[in-house]
T-cell receptor
Framework: GENVEQHPSTLSVQEGDSAVIKCTYS??????FPWYKQELGKRPQLIID?????GEKKDQRIAVTLNKTAKHFSLHITETQPEDSAVYFC????????FGTGTRLQVFP | DSGVTQTPKHLITATGQRVTLRCSPR?????VYWYQQSLDQGLQFLIQ???????AKGNILERFSAQQFPDLHSELNLSSLELGDSALYFC?????????????FGPGTRLLVL
C-alpha cells in the first residue's frame, strides 16, 4: 500500500500567519492526493485535493502544491484563523485511504 | 451535513458485551467504509463494502464483523468488547470504490466500554 509520511505532527501559529504541512509519499505511480480536515469532535472532511497532472490548486485561503519529482505534496493555509484549528490528514491512497495520526494545527488569536 | 448518518451517537456498555453500529450512506453511494479512531492510534481503516460485497480489509479484529445490506446500509458488529475498544467509530461512503474518490464521513458513534 501507499506509505505517506506527514510532518509536522503538531503546529502552532499566530492568527494571520501561514501554516504549511508536508507529506511525502513513496509510490511514484500515485496520482491522487487529498487533504482532510477534522475539527475536534467532528467528522473528517475533504478540504482540497490534487491530481498528478497539475502542480498546484487553490481554494480561497488553502492551496495544495505537488512536487512529483521529490514525491511530496504540501498544504498551505494563508491568513490563518482560529477556526482553522483542527487535525489535518493526507491519507495514502490505494484502493482505500490510509490515514495516519495527522497534523494538529493550533491557531492562537 | 455529509448525508451519511450513523446511529447511535453514543454507546456505553460493559466488557464482554456485543454492540451493533449502523450506517446509512449518502443516497446513490455504493461503497461504505468503517474506521476506528482512538486517541493514540489515529484514524484506522477497518473494512470496506461495495454494493453488498466485502471489498477491502484493514486492521479489523476477528471479534469485529460487518455487512452491507441490499438497501446499502451497513452494520458493524463488535463482540466480546474490551476496554481498548473504546473509540470513535466512523463510517464513510463514496459513489463507487475507485481510487481518487472523495469519502464522505458520518458523524461517528462514540463507544465507551466500561
Amino acid at each position: 500500500g501507499e506509505n505517506v509520511e506527514q510532518h509536522p505532527s503538531t503546529l502552532s501559529v499566530q492568527e494571520g500567519d501561514s501554516a504549511v504541512i508536508k507529506c511525502t509519499y513513496s509510490d511514484s505511480a500515485s496520482n491522487y492526493f487529498p487533504w482532510y480536515k477534522q475539527e475536534l469532535g467532528k467528522r473528517p472532511q475533504l478540504i482540497i485535493d490534487i491530481r498528478s497532472n497539475v502542480g498546484e490548486k487553490k481554494d480561497q485561503r488553502i492551496a495544495v502544491t505537488l512536487n512529483k519529482t521529490a514525491k511530496h505534496f504540501s498544504l498551505h493555509i494563508t491568513e490563518t484563523q482560529p477556526e482553522d484549528s483542527a487535525v489535518y490528514f493526507c491519507p495514502g491512497v490505494t484502493d482505500k485511504l490510509i490515514f495516519g495520526t495527522g497534523t494538529r494545527l493550533q491557531v492562537f488569536p | 451535513d455529509s448525508g451519511v448518518t450513523q446511529t447511535p451517537k453514543h454507546l456505553i456498555t460493559a466488557t464482554g458485551q456485543r454492540v451493533t453500529l449502523r450506517c446509512s450512506p449518502r443516497s446513490g453511494d455504493l461503497s461504505v467504509y468503517w474506521y476506528q479512531q482512538s486517541l493514540d492510534q489515529g484514524l484506522q481503516f477497518l473494512i470496506q463494502y461495495y454494493n453488498g460485497e466485502e471489498r477491502a480489509k484493514g486492521n479489523i479484529l476477528e471479534r469485529f464483523s460487518a455487512q452491507q445490506f441490499p438497501d446499502l446500509h451497513s452494520e458493524l458488529n463488535l463482540s466480546s468488547l474490551e476496554l481498548g475498544d473504546s473509540a470513535l467509530y466512523f463510517c464513510a461512503s463514496s459513489v463507487t470504490s475507485g481510487e481518487g474518490e472523495t469519502q464522505y464521513f458520518g458523524p461517528g458513534t462514540r463507544l465507551l466500554v466500561l
